[in-house]
């Protein structure tokens, strides 16, 4: 069993940056798989980014690629997600989620950007970012 805790969320003007961090309890931490989703009014969750038990494979939504950076510290049992060069269109709840890695890398290919995939959520941390 693993809880998320995310927070570092806020309000922000449009190319500015903010950091979300993704608190994990469990001992088991460094052997999962981990996400970030986020939901905008209205819309469905989308995946953003997501990173294997090492931190060796990462993955982007295109929307994110080049801004944002997902890392791992799996001593510190926590997630990142540096998000750089904010638009208004990245105001959403943003959500951490988990589930065990019993695969390499290559396995979750074609899974990681399904939140059908994550066995556990954090309860979100909003994020808005102004014109």
């Known amino acids: 069993q693993v809880q998320l805790v995310e927070s570092g969320g806020g309000l922000v003007q449009a190319g500015g940056s903010l950091r979300l961090d993704c608190a994990a309890s469990?001992?088991?931490?460094?052997?999962?798989?981990m996400g970030w989703f986020r939901q905008a009014p209205g819309k469905e969750r989308e995946f953003v980014a997501a990173?294997?038990?090492?931190?060796?494979?990462?993955w982007y939504a295109d929307s994110a690629k080049g801004r944002f950076t997902i890392s791992r510290d799996n001593a510190k049992t926590t997630v990142y997600l540096q998000m750089n060069s904010l638009k208004p269109e990245d105001t959403a709840v943003y959500y951490c989620?988990?589930?065990?890695?019993?695969?390499?890398?290559?396995?979750?290919?074609?899974?990681?950007?399904?939140?059908?995939?994550?066995?556990?959520w954090g309860q979100g941390t909003q994020v808005t970012v102004s014109s």
């Open positions: 989620a988990a589930r065990p890695q019993y695969y390499s890398a290559s396995y979750y290919s074609a899974r990681y950007s399904s939140s059908r995939e994550y066995d556990y």
């Open positions: 469990g001992r088991t931490f460094s052997s999962y798989f």
């Open positions: 990173i294997t038990w090492s931190g060796g494979t990462t």
